[in-house]
Every structure is written in structure tokens, then in C-alpha cells.
């Protein structure tokens, strides 16, 4: 007589995940457009590719990218307000929804011991706390300098 498997046993464990499969870590920022409407916003229609362009351009300076782009969530209030601004400035001017743009990046990894070893050399030396090769450059030079003083000490005193 043959006993019965139970299906769910039958079917492959997955596998453990590994360190170089874990998410990364990711910052995110926020960029709210604005557009007008009316007449000047029709004459004016390239500007607000311009300040989409624009705006992309900067963030991507700064490492970041395009992750999504949401259009701006309107109500009636909205298009009341924007009729009512039309009328006032006839027709001319209204606002216009815009959207919202959301870039990320990867986040910089947080400086291990070693990095705090020189900000805490630095400071010792009477250096500004500085970030990056300012602080690697004045610890070189430090070390060059120590070592004709240190040799120096040491022949008088042995001699």
C-alpha cells in the first residue's frame, strides 16, 4: 500500500538569502512643480518643460535620479479657485496642477572607525574637522614633518 505525499513537502525550500543579495539602502527627495495657466501660462508653454528639464538636471547633479513622476491630485476647490483667479486677472493668469517628483539614490555608507580616527587625529593637531582629502593630506604632511624631529630627538639622546 502506498502512502500519500503531501504536495506542499514535495516542493523545493528556497535558498537562505546571501550578504551581496541584501537591499540596498536608498535616499529619496521630493520636488514639488508648479505650473501657470491662463494666457500666460499658453504663452509661456515651453517654460514649463524648461523647468522640468531644469529641475531633473539638478537633481541628477547631486546623484540623484528620476524615480517617479505622480501628477498633482486636484479637487473641485482647486478648479473653483482656479476659474475664480481667471475672471479676477481676465484671463491671464490661473493656477495650473503640477506634479510631483520623487528622485533617489543610493545612500553614501556611513564612514567606519577609520574615519573617525582622523577626525579625532585632526582635531588633535588643531585642525578644522573637515570631510574627505583635506584631512588626509594635513595628516601626510604631519607624519612627514614628525619624522626628522623624532630621528633628531633620538640621535641626541642615544649619542
Known amino acids: 500500500m502506498e502512502t500519500q505525499?503531501?504536495?506542499a513537502s514535495a516542493l523545493p525550500t528556497p535558498p537562505l538569502p546571501r550578504p551581496q543579495d541584501a537591499p540596498l539602502a536608498f535616499e529619496s527627495r521630493v520636488a514639488t512643480l508648479s505650473y501657470a495657466g491662463g494666457l500666460i501660462g499658453a504663452m509661456t508653454g515651453g517654460l514649463q518643460r524648461r523647468k522640468l528639464e531644469?529641475?531633473?538636471?539638478?537633481?541628477?547633479?547631486?546623484?540623484y535620479r528620476l524615480a517617479h513622476v505622480l501628477p498633482a491630485k486636484t479637487?473641485?476647490?482647486?478648479?473653483?479657485?482656479?476659474?475664480?483667479?481667471?475672471?479676477?486677472t481676465l484671463f491671464l493668469w490661473a493656477p495650473q496642477p503640477g506634479e510631483t517628483?520623487?528622485?533617489?539614490?543610493?545612500?553614501?555608507?556611513?564612514?567606519?572607525?577609520a574615519g573617525r580616527d582622523?577626525?579625532?587625529a585632526a582635531s588633535r593637531l588643531g585642525l578644522p574637522p573637515t570631510k574627505?582629502?583635506?584631512v588626509k593630506?594635513?595628516?601626510v604632511v604631519a607624519g612627514i614633518v614628525a619624522i626628522p624631529v623624532v630621528l633628531e630627538l633620538a640621535w641626541r639622546l642615544g649619542g
Do not use: Q, W
Open 75 to 88: 479637487g473641485i476647490l482647486f478648479h473653483l479657485i482656479g476659474l475664480v483667479c481667471l475672471l479676477i
Open 137 to 139: 593630506v594635513a595628516l
Open 101 to 113: 517628483l520623487i528622485f533617489e539614490r543610493r545612500s553614501m555608507e556611513k564612514p567606519g572607525p
Open 132 to 134: 574627505g582629502e583635506p
Open 5 to 7: 505525499r503531501d504536495p
Open 54 to 63: 531644469t529641475t531633473i538636471a539638478r537633481y541628477n547633479e547631486e546623484g
Open 118 to 120: 582622523i577626525d579625532l
